[in-house]
């Protein structure tokens, strides 16, 4: 992480580290560590040179938390190292590190912060404060800890309105030569550059402001700074170029509960110079609960996604459909299990995934996760990369 970064969330952490040592007999303490090792074996050999087929990793995450004054101010950290047999996919990251004072109906957190914004399964797209850990994580759910100062106030009347000042953008990493899901051309995290002069320190801002209706909870969102997704320019000689646009962002995302029944949309409007866009994702979850006593819930689900950009969408869900199921066996051990497909409606692509986990006593839990990528054009720009990239995974963690 930049060396002035580091020193800009110190001078922030000196008067609060003094708040909690005058508070010291105050104070409550929480320390949790996960171990996991991971293993990566993808079922073919790769389309580019270099690409090796399994890969096996060892991750940890530590984290901390100190709370004084009644629960009032506390401190947490979440930290995160991962070693890969890909270069670029051995990094390490604070996830979280920050303070938060809580006083009345307001609240104020200053440091590395994880936000999530959304209600949809398949496309997060209204989630737009954190960069993506792309080497974490193919689907996009892993996320790197963005430095900020969030303000929000809170009303039982008129909802929560929250407020963010992000004083630095954090660059997203991409596989190496070595790595899978990859480009044919290396993308290193330096090749990528910035709209604005003041590149990574050109600020961004956000507000949202979400509350519940009855059965309805809704969120309204705007961004307005350094986008978090690069834009990629693919050359006729096959090079890519690609930079971090200058980007305004109006966001809703929408739940309606009704019974077993989960409503959810999500939208967006993005205006950079470069492009601007309009997506949507829109379905509906339904839950087989507490099947004949047993405790199993199965839940059904299935949602649309658009994106005006069609075949230049970074994302791969431009006019597809994903189908899925939930299924929770709501055991001992917290056994679950999530089955889904996404189809091109224009193009025909079809991938498919599967992904588990299970307790294994009391410390311990294994998870396994199936990517198959089972037909893909050749007219999907991002997906046409990966068509050699099913895999499976399979990780234990242990929990201290």
Same mark, same amino acid.
């Given at each position: ?7 800009? +969330? ?10 909690? @040592? ?8 929480? +320390? ?16 580019? @040179? ?13 984290? !901390? ?13 979440? $930290? ?34 994880? =936000? ?45 309105? #929250? ?15 070595? $790595? ?5 051309? =290396? ?8 709209? /604005? ?17 009855? #059965? ?5 969102? @705007? ?13 006729? #000689? ?9 980007? !305004? ?11 077993? +029944? ?26 087989? /609960? ?6 199993? #819930? =199965? ?6 996604? !658009? ?65 198959? +990528? ?23 963690? !242990?929990?201290?």
């Amino acid at each position: 992480m930049n060396t002035k970064l580091i020193i800009v +969330f110190l001078l922030f952490l000196v008067p609060i580290l003094g708040v909690s @040592q005058n508070n010291e007999d105050k104070a409550v303490h929480d +320390f949790s560590l996960e171990v996991e090792s991971e293993f990566r074996y993808f079922l073919e050999g790769g389309a580019f @040179q270099g690409q090796e087929r399994f890969f096996p990793s060892i991750a940890v995450r530590p984290e !901390y938390s100190i709370s004084w004054n009644q629960g009032y101010d506390e401190l947490n950290f979440a $930290g995160f190292a991962r070693w890969d047999r890909d270069n670029n996919r051995t990094h390490l990251d604070l996830r979280e590190f920050y303070y938060q004072r809580a006083r009345g109906n307001w609240e104020l957190g200053i440091g590395l912060k994880k =936000i999530f914004w959304g209600v949809t399964e398949s496309n997060h797209l209204v989630d737009i404060i954190n960069q993506t850990d792309q080497v974490e994580s193919f689907d996009g759910e892993q996320k790197l800890g963005q430095p900020m100062v969030q303000f929000s106030y809170i009303t039982e009347s008129s909802g929560t309105f #929250d407020f963010f000042y992000l004083p630095y953008h954090r660059k997203r990493v991409f596989p190496g030569e070595e $790595g899978r899901l990859r480009f044919a051309q =290396i993308i290193e995290a330096d090749d990528l550059g910035y709209e /604005s002069r003041n590149e990574e320190w050109h600020p961004s801002f956000a507000l949202r402001w979400s509350h519940y209706i009855g #059965d309805i909870d809704l969120g309204i969102s @705007q961004f307005y700074g350094t986008g978090r997704e690069p834009l990629f320019v693919f050359n006729p #000689d096959f090079s890519i170029t690609a930079f971090y646009p200058e980007i !305004y962002q109006a966001g809703l995302d929408l739940q309606y509960t009704k019974n077993a +029944f989960l409503w959810k949309l999500e939208s967006i409007y993005r205006y950079a110079e470069a492009q601007d866009f309009f997506a949507v994702t829109a379905g509906v979850e339904y839950t087989f /609960s507490n099947i004949n006593g047993a405790g199993l #819930d =199965i839940g059904v689900l299935t949602e649309y996604s !658009y994106d005006s950009r069609d075949e230049l969408a970074i994302t791969t869900l431009q006019n597809d459909v994903f189908y899925g199921s939930r299924i929770a066996l709501n055991d001992q051990f917290d056994s679950s299990l999530l089955i889904g497909g996404v189809t091109d409606i224009s193009y025909g692509t079809t991938a498919l995934s599967v992904e588990g986990s299970r307790r294994v006593g009391s410390s311990s839990k294994i998870s396994l996760e199936a990517r198959i +990528f089972a037909t893909v054009s050749d007219e999907e720009l991002l997906l046409s990369n990966f068509q050699d990239d099913s895999f499976l995974r399979g990780t234990w963690s !242990y929990f201290f």
